[in-house]
Nanobody, 121 residues
Framework: QVQLVESGGGLVQAGGSLRLSCAASGRTFSNYFMGWFRQAPGKEREFVAA????????NTADSVKGRFTISRDNAKNTVYLQMNSLKREDTAVYYCASGPMVVARFAPRYWGQGTQVTVSS
């Protein structure tokens, strides 16, 4: 089993920045990616970003590309999501996830409980 615990969410004004953290514990899988999804009220959960175990491969959704950066520190078993130039439409619950790539798509098998990000105008 893998346990994922997110932190760093909160309230921020539009144009501001936040950094989310996700600490992983339990089993580790060297072929697993870690990443982030988000879900806004009334909308489906959507992919945000993912990063390989080595950090050498990343994938970022077009909606956040150029504003959000994913990174990881394997010594701390932690993945980060640096979010800059935040917009109101970034308001959502952000979920950390871990799992393999399946047919070039991130297929999480483990999820965190989520952290709320609210962007005000």
């Amino acid at each position: 089993q893998v346990q994922l615990v997110e932190s760093g969410g909160g309230l921020v004004q539009a144009g501001g920045s936040l950094r989310l953290s996700c600490a992983a514990s339990g089993r580790t899988f060297s072929n697993y990616f870690m990443g982030w999804f988000r879900q806004a009220p009334g909308k489906e959960r959507e992919f945000v970003a993912a990063i390989s175990w080595s950090g050498g491969s990343t994938n970022t959704a077009d909606s956040v590309k150029g504003r959000f950066t994913i990174s990881r520190d394997n010594a701390k078993n932690t993945v980060y999501l640096q979010m800059n130039s935040l917009k109101r439409e970034d308001t959502a619950v952000y979920y950390c996830a871990s799992g393999p790539m399946v047919v070039a798509r991130f297929a999480p098998r483990y999820w965190g409980q989520g952290t709320q990000v609210t962007v005000s105008s």
